[in-house]
């Protein structure tokens, strides 16, 4: 089945570092792909996604490429600030169910 | 603006009790679902529907229904049946497809006292 694979978290950044959170999946087929953003005590928001091989996703300043030959979606941004503090969620989805499958979520914590 | 709403935001329910959670949603989205979130955990899904007068079983239904009568609205009951029901409760909506991505709500989180 369908699986998606993020790194274990925190990822613990001083303010303006550069962000990466590497993100695998296994999926039959052509899948759209989607990174999600969870503000503490909050729902999901999207953050970005890419639904063919080599697009880019981009949205305040975070950007993921869809890469087919590594079967990656990994997001990254130039400098983070204290309030991108937050859990991030990769996330996938096929034309056969149209179901997503989620990552563990990959925890980000930002210090002045 | 056009969005999804769940109420209340925090529930108490007693050992026993059946308590019901709302989610509407204005988007004209054809799809619902609940997931459950609970600490340090990624989501399950409890129950979703693509239709309205039709539902299915997620991974986790055990101890949940679910209802869909209109499509702007999904409640889920969690039963007295559901052994561990203390959790972060999220709906979300979406169109029909592969690449039209969810809306969330902002959740209910549920405590039994």
């Known amino acids: 089945g369908d699986s998606v694979t993020q790194m274990e978290g925190p990822v613990t950044l001083s303010e303006e570092a550069f962000l990466t959170i590497n993100c695998t999946y296994t999926a039959t087929g052509y899948p759209s792909l989607f990174w999600y953003v969870q503000y503490p005590g909050e729902g999901l928001q999207l953050l970005l996604k890419?639904?063919?091989?080599?697009d880019k996703g981009s949205n305040k300043g975070f950007e993921a490429t869809y890469r087919k030959e590594t079967t990656s979606f990994h997001l990254e941004k130039g400098s983070v600030q204290v309030s991108d503090s937050a859990v991030y969620f990769c996330?996938?989805?096929?034309?056969?169910?149209?179901?997503?499958?989620f990552g563990r979520g990959t925890s980000l914590i930002v210090h002045p | 603006d056009g969005g999804i709403t769940q109420s209340p935001k925090y529930l108490f329910r007693k050992e026993g009790q059946n308590v019901t959670l709302s989610c509407e949603q204005n988007l004209n989205h054809d799809a619902m679902y609940w997931y459950r979130q609970d600490p340090g955990q990624g989501l399950r899904l409890i129950y979703y529907s693509q239709i309205v007068n039709d539902f299915q079983k997620g991974d986790i239904a055990e101890g949940y229904s679910v209802s869909r009568e209109k499509k702007e609205s999904f409640p889920l009951t969690v039963t007295s049946a559901q052994k561990n029901p203390t959790a972060f409760y999220l709906c979300?909506?979406?169109?029909?497809?592969?690449?039209?991505?969810?809306?969330f709500g902002s959740g209910t989180r549920l405590t039994v006292v």
């Open positions: 996330a996938l989805s096929t034309g056969g169910s149209y179901i997503p499958t």
């Open positions: 890419a639904t063919k091989a080599d």
């Open positions: 979300a909506s979406s169109m029909v497809g592969a690449s039209s991505g969810y809306t």
